[in-house]
Every structure is written in structure tokens, then in C-alpha cells.
């Protein structure tokens, strides 16, 4: 019986009277990649930010390695940290160098010496190969340097889950891959993920699962041969010709 | 236009200095004895102008950062709580707030049992400080809110609590954006510390005044006033271009 990491039970959200999120039930198993695609506004990077609470849900429940997240800021702060995630923007903090950006966390959050964040730190940017550029301030590096230090920032906090709110779709075509390179390093490694991406290719490669998200709704779950197989839905067909057709 | 300024300056300068009885430019004329004397006693006002001006800056930096920040909280009571500080606090005009304070706040801490004496030096500085705090507040409301959300979440995704938040991703971004408004608000300052002369604070423009009532020169001991004033703001607006100049290079580095 594998261990599971997050499971949402009937998780409904509303903007004022926007209903954004439709009785959303979905298990991620400790170890497991999902990928979440979707039309633009069905709601996909909303699941992303309810999981890591970014975003409070209204109904429902979501639980993190069996603890029900509710919106008590203790509960908000001891997940935090726990849930990594990489945002479309990489949200890099512009007035600090590289290196300062991922030991921010650990020192003031996981009170860290400063010489064992750093320490972490050139570990994890090896990892995401930038060992030399500790230095720079993210200005000064290409979007997909930035980004892979996005990822480095996060993997700093040595954390259970890892959610992706499309990395890719801020870079320009040739950053792609080696954005796209190192997270399919980190899925064989075991880390358990949820990737919001259009990238048919990387899900394909990595994911267990796959989720087609519109309007609100999971309208089709499935395993990847099956999904971009036999779609069963005429929605999923009709939005995986579109975005495969080039 | 630069060329007509300093010809109708110098006009008005020189104007009276050889003529017949309505100029009297002797009174500061600091080539005579009793000239020297009196430009030393006008001057001698801008220590404490000067002094009054920069501690109530420096507890308005303070006030106004302690205003905002409850502002920019998710829990709505302390938004209100800041919002109406602001609200009240700058709709009320520096004159009768100096003389509530000045006049009025000794009597409420008598009543309170308190033997709290307040001079001209402090209740000038707590007027400035606390009235410019809505100001220097709302400067930090439009400073925070310029860095976008982004940033925010990003912080709390790697832990880190509010004041974390604030005090090492938010606030160091919006200090290079707060510097411009908050220095404007130092000369405004500067400007507003002459109220102070009416609570028998011995500064700048008490100094002129009270030379204005021995001489009867108020003309020349004004105009001289002015300038004083004119060189001080200049020396800030200077230093402040000095310190953007730096702060901006480190941005670029």
C-alpha cells in the first residue's frame, strides 16, 4: 500500500461568485508525478496554490501526509516550507545574489547556520548545474538560469512535495528544455511532484498520472498511455489536438 | 529664463542699497558691526531648526512604518485601525494640532496624574512627527504595494513568516522606491518646523521675528529668512540625490 502525500476531498473554491474549483478529488501517493494541463482559467494553477495555501479553499478537504490543512496560520506556516513550489514567474528575489536567494529560507525559517545553508545551497545548485554563478543577482542571469535557481531555491527547503505552476510558459523556446531537463532529473529520483505544464513531452516522459482540468472540473484522470491514447472525453480530445497539432 | 531670474534677483537685491529711506539693507549688511550681530543672531535659530526638523523626520519614519504595516495585515481590524489614524491624522492642519499639543496635552496628562511638562522643542517635534506620520504612512502603503504579490508568495513558499517577509524581501525592495516621497517629506518638514516660532521655539523664523520687532526691517530680515530656509533644502535635495545615486548603482551591479 503505498503512503499517501496529498488527497483532496470534494475541495470547492469560489472567487466572490466565480465557483473556480468543482468538487476536486485527487490522491498524489508519496513518489508520484502528476500533471495537471487544462485550458487557460479551468482552474489548474488554482489546485496548485489551495495545496501549498496561496489560496484558501471554501469546502472540502485537503490533507498533507494525513494533517487537514485548514486556514489557521499555523497551519499555513508548518506546511509551508514543507510544500516547495516553482512559480511561471520564478518570483526570484531581485535584490539578493543567488546565493542569499536560497538561504534565505533555510536560515530564517529552519534556523540554519549560515554555513550549512550555504553548503546546501552550492549543493543544490550543482544539482541544478549553476555552481558558479552564486555571486549574480538573478538580473543578471538568462530566464532558465533563473528558473533551475528557482528550483534550487526550493529544493533548499528539503521539501516533501514539489509543485510546478507552469515553469516553462515565462521562457523563451531554446531555455525550455534545460528547465525541463532538470525536473525530469528530480521525478526519477523519486521527488513527488505536481507539474502544471503544457509540455506534453516531459508528462509523457515522467508522468504516473494525468489530469485534464476545464472549467473548474477534473474532467478526465488517467495513466498517460491511456490518456493520450483513447481521451475519453470529447473536451480532453479536442484540447490535446490542439496543443499536439504543431 | 535662468538669465532673467538672476537679473530680477539681483534688481531686487541692489535696488534700495544707495537709495533714499524704504531700503535699509544695513540691518544685515555683516560688513558693519550691528549688521554682523544680527545676521549671527538670525542664523543662530538654524541649529534648532535644524534639530527639530531631523528627530521629528526620524520618529515619523518610524511612526509611519509602525502605521502601515498593520495596513497591509490580512486581518481587517488592524487595516482599519491604520486606515483611520491615517484618515484623522492628516486631516487635522499642523497650527491647531501644535497648539492642542502645546496647550492641551499637559492638561490631559495632569488629569491623569501625570507631571508631564511639555517645552516648545518637544511639542514642535511630536506635532511634525505625528502629523507627518499619515504621510510618510501612505508612502509606505504605495512603496509595498509597488512590489508585486509575486515576491510575497514566493517568501511564504520558502517559510518564511509576515515580518520575515517584510523585513527581508519586501522592505528592502521598496526602500529604493520609498526614498524619493520620504525625502520630499523632510523638506516638508523643514518648511513646517517654522510653526514651531509660535510656541516661543527659539528657531529660524522666532529669530526673525523678534529681530523684526527691534528693528522694524522686515523686508531684508524676511528675505534673508527665506534664503536660510533655501539653503537648507538645497543641501538636503543634494544629499538625497547623492544617496539614489548610490542606491541605484547597487541595483545595477
Not at chain 1, 104 to 116: E, I, Q, Y
Amino acid at each position: 500500500m503505498p503512503e499517501t502525500a496529498i488527497e483532496l476531498v470534494d475541495v470547492n473554491k469560489w472567487f466572490d461568485d466565480f465557483h473556480v474549483l468543482k468538487d476536486i478529488n485527487l490522491t498524489v501517493n508519496t513518489g508520484e508525478k502528476v500533471v495537471i494541463c487544462g485550458p487557460s482559467g479551468s482552474g489548474k494553477s488554482t489546485v496548485v496554490r489551495c495545496i501549498n495555501r496561496l489560496e484558501e479553499h471554501q469546502k472540502g478537504v485537503i490533507r498533507l501526509n494525513g494533517v487537514e490543512l485548514t486556514n489557521d496560520p499555523r497551519s499555513i506556516s508548518s506546511i509551508q516550507g514543507d510544500v516547495g513550489m516553482v512559480f511561471q514567474q520564478f518570483n526570484l528575489f531581485p535584490h539578493l545574489t543567488v546565493l542569499d536567494n536560497l538561504t534565505l529560507g533555510p536560515m530564517k525559517a529552519r534556523s540554519l547556520s549560515r554555513s550549512d545553508a550555504e553548503d546546501r545551497a552550492r549543493h543544490y545548485l550543482e544539482r541544478v548545474r549553476i555552481p558558479d554563478q552564486v555571486d549574480k543577482k538573478p538580473s543578471q542571469l538568462s530566464g532558465g538560469q533563473q528558473q533551475r535557481v528557482a528550483i534550487a531555491r526550493s529544493l533548499c527547503m528539503e521539501p516533501k512535495v514539489l509543485l510546478f505552476d507552469e515553469p516553462t510558459s515565462a521562457l523563451d523556446p531554446e531555455m525550455i528544455s534545460e528547465v525541463l531537463d532538470v525536473m525530469v532529473e528530480l521525478a526519477t529520483e523519486g521527488m513527488t511532484m505536481i507539474v502544471v505544464t503544457h509540455e506534453m513531452g516531459f508528462a509523457r516522459k515522467v508522468a504516473d498520472k494525468m489530469i485534464f482540468m476545464d472549467e473548474g472540473e477534473i474532467v478526465e484522470q488517467a495513466a498517460p498511455e491511456e490518456f493520450f491514447g483513447n481521451p475519453r472525453t470529447e473536451r480532453c480530445r479536442k484540447f490535446l489536438s490542439q496543443i499536439l497539432q504543431h | 529664463m535662468k538669465k532673467l531670474y538672476i537679473s530680477l534677483s539681483c534688481f531686487l537685491l541692489l535696488a534700495g542699497c544707495g537709495s533714499s529711506g524704504t531700503w535699509g539693507w544695513y540691518v544685515i549688511n555683516p560688513m558693519t558691526k550691528g549688521g554682523w550681530t544680527n545676521v549671527k543672531f538670525l542664523i543662530s535659530g538654524m541649529a534648532s531648526t535644524i534639530q527639530i526638523s531631523v528627530i521629528a523626520a526620524a520618529i515619523s519614519i518610524i511612526l509611519g512604518l509602525l502605521v502601515a504595516l498593520p495596513g497591509q495585515s490580512s486581518k481587517r481590524g488592524w487595516r482599519i485601525v491604520s486606515r483611520i489614524y491615517v484618515e484623522f491624522i492628516r486631516s487635522i492642519p499642523l497650527l491647531p494640532m501644535l497648539f492642542w499639543v502645546f496647550y492641551g496635552l499637559p492638561l490631559i496628562f495632569k488629569s491623569m496624574g501625570l507631571n508631564i511638562p511639555i517645552d516648545p522643542f518637544w511639542g514642535a517635534i511630536i506635532t511634525l512627527a505625528v502629523s507627518d506620520s499619515a504621510f510618510t504612512a501612505e508612502i509606505y502603503r504605495s512603496g509595498i504595494q509597488s512590489i508585486s504579490k509575486g515576491q510575497t508568495e514566493a517568501a511564504q513558499t520558502v517559510g518564511l513568516s509576515y515580518a520575515q517577509t517584510m523585513r527581508y524581501v519586501i522592505l528592502p525592495q521598496a526602500i529604493r522606491r520609498i526614498l524619493p516621497p520620504i525625502a520630499n517629506q523632510f523638506i516638508y518638514i523643514v518648511k513646517m518646523s517654522a510653526f514651531a516660532s509660535v510656541i516661543g521655539m527659539q528657531e529660524l523664523t522666532r529669530r526673525a521675528n523678534e529681530l523684526v520687532v527691534t528693528e522694524y526691517r522686515p523686508l531684508e530680515i524676511y528675505s534673508l529668512l527665506i534664503v536660510e530656509y533655501l539653503i537648507l533644502v538645497l543641501i538636503i535635495s543634494a544629499g538625497v540625490r547623492w544617496l539614489e545615486r548610490r542606491m541605484g548603482s547597487d541595483e545595477r551591479k
